[in-house]
């Protein structure tokens, strides 16, 4: 790590950035189709406690896509100013599906939030159905569109070398249809419906151990425990081990690093616990799971892993060791989601889970490690395919942008960290009033106005 290096602070801000702006698009990507499910079940069931539950998430997801927004625009700008290098050699390429999430998925959102949040009246209860079913699709396809660029720097294909040097469409259906996009794209969804059932669950803990909003703390803990239950096996299997496969086939060297392995060989074991040593190029204190990397790799326990030693230095990735811990703190974080969110159906469905004090504190305080455990995914997704911007073609001290210093990196960058700050204070904020108020204040303020002389 070269402090002086131009690329570091560039790699640094993108990323601060980026993870940053995350913590808002997974948790709507996660709740949307909460929203349709009740927004469903008051149509089919004329229960007013449906939407109810919608009403109030509803406002907590357009308060986290207002946040989602506002950080997700200077990103856009990042694309000139950090990696301008990059942005011209694969905006050929990159530029379509930016350009299609604009046009198409983040407009579609958009336009129907504010009517889902605003519009219920007017439309009545099938167009409001439809608006939150809307909201969920834009929500994902935007999420679709953002994630097949980044599986082309992960596995690029469909694309040609132009006469002038730089990227163009060979392929637009390859483009698209990119498989690593395919299992990159259910493994997010399915961990950000983790980060929306562990908060809806959150919530009804938390309103259940204040004993105030019981009805909806009930209803929040039924379908956030059952969704989150069925998200976490998911995430796991078949999503992680289909991600794994991908890694194995197509980034050997990358599997070697997340597991720390420096010597290929069949009947690769897991590490369950062990620290990466550069220097003695070896795992010290290894406890391992022998034959599960074949396994999850390749498909059987004999296959050959391959190490680190096999690949030239310059090809390894250039932080194993945070990216070592990050991918194993993922998988211990997504083991403990299983097991939490298994107890917690199992005690809804013996009907004690809102008398089990202890259970109701620990999923209340879980949902911010599913923040980590998402931030931890992707940042072994971006560190295990260093050095390269898109794997195999072009690297990445080759994309960064060549007249902006260090000193005006560090500069914007302690910007953002003011102005971050400053937004998600106001964002928690916010969100406090409305999780104060809570969803019993939307019932009354109809009673009062049906009960209103006219």
């Known amino acids: 790590m070269n402090l002086s290096d131009p690329a570091f602070w560039s790699r640094l801000q993108f990323g601060f950035t980026l993870t940053y702006h995350y913590l808002f698009p997974q948790l709507t990507m996660g709740l949307g189709w909460f929203l349709v499910y009740w927004k469903w079940r008051a149509l089919r069931t004329g229960n007013e406690q449906y939407n109810q539950a919608a009403r109030f998430w509803a406002k907590i997801f357009g308060l986290n896509f207002a946040v989602g927004v506002v950080t997700g625009i200077p990103m856009e700008f990042q694309f000139g100013t950090n990696w301008a290098d ?37 439309l009545g209860p099938r167009y409001h159905f439809l608006a ?25 294909v469909g694309y040609r070398i132009e006469a002038d040097g730089l990227l163009g469409i060979a392929s637009l259906s390859a483009y698209l249809l990119n498989p690593w996009a395919w299992v990159q794209f259910a493994h997010n969804q399915m961990a950000a419906l983790v980060t929306g059932s562990f908060v809806v669950t959150g919530l009804g803990a938390f309103y259940t151990l204040r004993r105030v909003h019981l009805t909806q703390a009930q209803l929040y803990l039924r379908a956030g425990t059952f969704a989150g239950l069925i998200a976490s096996v998911l995430v ?15 980034q050997p060297v990358t599997l070697a690093a997340m597991e720390g392995k420096f010597a290929g060989g069949p009947m690769a074991g897991v590490a369950v616990i062990g620290q990466p040593n550069l220097e003695a190029r070896r795992l010290d204190n290894p406890i391992e799971v022998p034959g599960a990397l074949s396994f999850l790799a390749y ?48 005690q809804n469905w013996r009907g004690r889970l809102c008398s089990t004090t202890w259970l109701l504190w620990v999923l209340m305080l879980a949902f911010p490690y599913t923040y980590i455990a998402n931030t931890l995914g992707w940042m072994t997704a971006e560190l295990g395919r260093q050095p390269w911007l898109i794997y195999g073609v072009f690297r990445t001290h080759d994309g960064y942008s060549k007249v902006v210093n260090s000193g005006n990196m560090l500069f914007t960058l302690i910007g953002f960290t003011g102005l971050y700050f400053v937004l998600g204070l106001l964002s928690l904020s916010l969100a406090g009033r409305e999780i104060a108020f809570g969803p019993d204040l939307e019932v009354a303020a109809n009673l009062q106005e049906k009960e209103a002389p006219v």
């Open 86 to 122: 990059f942005s011209r050699y694969a905006g050929g390429v990159i530029g379509q599906t930016l350009g299609m999430e604009a046009m198409f998925a983040f407009f579609l959102e958009s336009a129907f939030i504010g009517a889902l949040i605003w519009g219920e009246k007017r």
């Open 132 to 156: 939150a079913l809307a909201v969920a699709v834009g929500s994902w396809l935007s999420a679709y569109f953002i994630l097949v660029t980044n599986a082309f720097m992960q596995h690029p």
């Open 236 to 250: 796991a299997f078949p999503t992680g081990d289909q991600q794994a496969k991908m890694v194995g086939r197509y």
């Open 299 to 346: 498909g059987t326990f004999q296959s050959y892993v391959h190490g680190l030693e096999e690949y030239p230095k310059d090809l390894w990735p250039d932080n194993i060791e945070l990216l070592y811990y990050s991918f194993h703190i993922m998988i211990t974080l997504g083991t403990l989601f299983i097991i939490l969110m298994a107890c917690a159906t199992f």
